[in-house]
């Protein structure tokens, strides 16, 4: 990461690496909080209540980012647990966010999940509609939306897209720019990833 950030940008260490710890239980995730690593990402709410719990009480200062998608029904859960929320999908997701978020007073950073491909199977704004959600959900709805994410096509070469995604946060004035996994982040790093997703890369293969 610091190697693609001092290729392509200020290499300023802005990138921040959210190890993705999904499947793994929190015997393997230890090591890496022993070895000071701090943000964390989990794509089910389930999971997460089940083993971040302890490991936050273990170790301070962790901040567990959501990247997968939220049922409404889980909302609750989520926001007692989670610091970001990267998947700010829809619209009723944003209402009832908003609702239990004012109910609670807790703070928590949200990023809109862009459908920078508009792949049918993948969840996300569209991205024409990106900008007047982002701005209907912070008028509308109060909600602290810091940013973007995408999960590009798995068969095409993501740059383009990661591109696209810088774009519209610049149109919609957010700093924030969640994009790149194991197979492309140093790609998405050039493209101005501030969080990069990396879970394999990290723990291996998810079997
Ligand atoms: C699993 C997952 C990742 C990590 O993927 P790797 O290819 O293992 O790095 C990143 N982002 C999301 C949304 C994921 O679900």
Known sequence: MRRAAARFGDASDK????AVSKTFPGEDISPLLEAGQR??????????VGKWPQLKARYDGVELHLIGPLQTNKVREAVGLFDVIETLDREKLARVLAKELSGTGKNIDLFVQVNIGLEPQKSGIAPDEATAFVK???DEHGLNITGLMCIPPADEAPGPYFAR????AKDAGLEKLSMGMSA??????AMGATHVRLGSALFGSRG
């Open 165 to 168: 995604l810088a774009g519209l």
């Open 136 to 138: 209907r959900c912070r």
């Open 39 to 48: 943000v964390f990402g989990e794509n089910r709410v389930q999971e997460a």
């Open 184 to 189: 492309d982040y140093e790609t998405a790093i």
């Open 15 to 18: 990138v921040k690496l959210v």
